[in-house]
């Protein structure tokens, strides 16, 4: 009886505690005293941790991240809401897991666009862990986008192939034909001219992409760079199609040149008043005035 006495009496101060420093996070908060803030929630996470709420006491280290924000300490920041977020996978919510990394990769995308990149790609891993595909997806999306901003074309166009998969999965075949040309003008941009045309020829498995708009646009693409027609290749690049892409890959569109291009290549043009060949011309020229 007295055991169970003094574990009554512990729960009892420790939900004191933990309703004081919640109260002292809350108060300091709002005088934008945001390192005691940040000690305060930390303090109840704690206490959260020792009763085994671990949902809450993730909610309180992601508040102590915030605090960390708002003091412009966003390393600091970031690593709370990833200590928080594993919390959340180990209480078994993994949603929300993935949500504050979510929100971590939108607050660090300013300052990191590296760090953003990791955040969104593991948001996109729990999500996928969860079979919620089109969240994942969209995150995938996201870091794509940003790996072309950082040049690394190798991943991104990787990154876009998975993303295409999970669209493909879900049966939304115009995204994935989207997918599709921003692949094209990723591997054109890595000089890999059969990967690009791989790329477009799979595609033709995907119902309705055969004869469709993009289809048409991509093969008349690969044509023009294939025969190093910058004229043919400026015009797909500058159609209302890539134009109007998401804004890192209409970038690629409208940096894209043609190796070696040199504008259209022209047939040669007959000499004046006659129907001959150049080559005619000049036999023509060679023995005008008879052999002698």
């Known amino acids: 009886c007295g055991g169970l006495n003094g574990l009554l009496l512990r729960i009892f101060l420790v939900f004191i505690f933990t309703s004081v420093v919640i109260f002292a996070?809350?108060?300091f908060k709002n005088a934008k005293q945001f390192e005691q803030?940040?000690?305060?929630?930390?303090?109840?996470?704690?206490?959260?941790?020792?009763?085994?709420?671990?949902?809450?006491?993730?909610?309180?280290?992601?508040?102590?991240?915030?605090?960390?924000k708002?003091?412009?300490?966003?390393?600091?920041?970031?690593?709370?809401?990833?200590?928080?977020?594993?919390?959340?996978?180990?209480?078994?919510t993994p949603?929300?897991?993935?949500?504050?990394?979510?929100?971590?990769?939108?607050?660090?995308?300013?300052?990191?666009?590296?760090?953003?990149?990791?955040?969104?790609?593991?948001?996109?891993?729990?999500?996928?862990?969860e079979d919620r595909l089109r969240q994942s997806a969209e995150l995938l999306g996201k870091a794509s986008r940003l790996l072309v901003r950082l040049r690394?074309?190798?991943?991104?166009?990787?990154?876009?192939?998975?993303?295409?998969?999970?669209?493909?999965?879900?049966?939304?075949?115009?995204?994935?034909?989207?997918?599709?040309?921003?692949?094209?003008?990723v591997h054109l941009h890595r000089n890999?001219?059969?990967?690009?045309?791989?790329?477009?020829?799979?595609?033709?498995?995907?119902?309705g992409y055969s004869g469709?708009?993009?289809?048409?646009?991509?093969?008349?693409?690969?044509?023009?760079y294939d025969e190093q027609d910058e004229d043919q290749v400026h015009r797909v690049c500058s159609s209302a199609l890539l134009k109007y892409m998401d804004n890192d890959y209409a970038k690629l569109a409208i940096s894209l040149k043609v190796p070696g291009g040199g504008g259209k290549k022209k047939k040669p043009a007959p000499p004046p008043g006659g129907?001959?060949?150049?080559a005619a011309a000049e036999d023509d020229d060679e023995y005008e005035g008879g052999l002698c």
């Not at 709420?53 to 915030?66: D, N, P, R, T, V």
């Not at 890999?192 to 119902?207: G, I, M, N, Q, T």
Request: glycine share 4%.
């Open 25 to 27: 996070a809350v108060c």
């Open 37 to 68: 803030a940040k000690d305060a929630y930390l303090k109840e996470a704690e206490y959260h941790t020792e009763n085994k709420a671990l949902f809450h006491a993730a909610k309180a280290i992601e508040q102590a991240g915030m605090m960390m």
């Open 70 to 92: 708002d003091l412009k300490k966003m390393p600091e920041a970031i690593q709370l809401i990833e200590k928080a977020s594993m919390m959340y996978v180990e209480n078994g």
């Open 95 to 129: 949603d929300t897991a993935a949500m504050a990394l979510d929100r971590a990769g939108k607050l660090i995308e300013p300052m990191s666009l590296e760090k953003a990149v990791d955040l969104y790609q593991q948001a996109a891993g729990v999500f996928e862990n």
């Open 152 to 185: 690394r074309l190798d991943e991104a166009a990787a990154a876009l192939q998975k993303e295409k998969n999970m669209y493909k999965d879900m049966e939304n075949y115009p995204t994935c034909f989207k997918k599709t040309t921003a692949e094209v003008l």
């Open 192 to 207: 890999d001219f059969v990967a690009a045309d791989k790329c477009v020829r799979e595609s033709y498995s995907l119902p």
């Open 212 to 224: 469709s708009e993009d289809c048409v646009a991509m093969e008349t693409l690969l044509q023009g």
């Open 275 to 278: 129907s001959g060949t150049p």
